[in-house]
């Protein structure tokens, strides 16, 4: 079994920042990719960051110089620094782990919502 403990999200002004982190443990070994995904009531859930194990980053358009993704392979941890953070960032933010064995889809952790409001 495979768990993901998120953490850091919480309600902020614009223009502030939070830092999430998302924690894996039990039986992974290798891991390949860790994404952070988000999603808002009615709309489809979408890939805000990634970070491979090269350390290669992929970022959406809209978050692109406000955010950074980066990880510790020791702690099998993935975080995502949030700066400038603008009313359209509210979300419940999900990490995504993909291991190099195991699941195509990987492992989900529950979500953490992030509240940008004035």
């Known amino acids: 079994q495979v768990q993901l403990v998120e953490s850091g999200g919480g309600l902020v002004q614009p223009g502030g920042s939070l830092r999430l982190s998302c924690a894996a443990s039990?039986?992974?070994?290798?891991?390949?990719?860790m994404n952070w995904y988000r999603q808002v009531p009615g709309k489809q859930r979408e890939l805000v960051a990634q970070?491979?194990?090269?350390?290669?980053?992929v970022y959406l358009d809209s978050v692109r110089g406000r955010f950074t993704i980066s990880r510790d392979n020791a702690k099998n941890t993935v975080y995502l620094q949030m700066n400038s953070l603008k009313p359209e960032d509210t979300a419940v933010y999900y990490c995504?782990?993909?291991?190099?064995?195991?699941?195509?889809?990987?492992?989900w952790g529950q979500g953490t919502q992030v509240t940008v409001s004035s």
């Open positions: 970070i491979t194990s090269g350390g290669s980053t």
């Open positions: 039990g039986s992974i070994f290798s891991i390949n990719t």
């Open positions: 995504n782990v993909r291991p190099v064995v195991g699941p195509i889809v990987g492992y």
